[in-house]
């Protein structure tokens, strides 16, 4: 017996099968079609997935209008001790001249400045408003 033979082996060859019963075959119909949608459904959940990726991507990142030139109003002979920027706000630690510290928070897409915070030595509480 050669390896190479042109005839397959008996065991390899399919056997006559018999129909499958109608019920059986209504059964496999509706299993395809399920595979189908899931397999559609899939397909949609993956092309979102990847939608999402590309539009985060490409998005142009300054979502705000450029900001020109900004005032920021503080004492006469007050200086800036640190300055610190999260996001679109501006926080500015600046000293004042007669030994006071406060902290000046800015909103860098409109310029306007959002909150003074000031510190008061002794432990005093400042009165609202103030």
Known sequence: MSFLSSRPSPALEDPEEPPLDPAVERVHQKLRGLLRVSTLVMAAGLIAVFAAI????????????????????????????????DGDRLTLVVDEPGGGRQAVVVDLSSGEVIARVRLIAGGASAPAGN
Not at 56 to 83: E, F, K, M, N, Y
């Open 54 to 85: 590309l539009y985060r991507v490409t998005r142009d990142g300054d979502s705000g209008r450029p900001l020109g030139d900004v005032t920021v109003p503080a004492p006469t002979g007050a200086s800036i001790a640190s300055a610190s920027a």
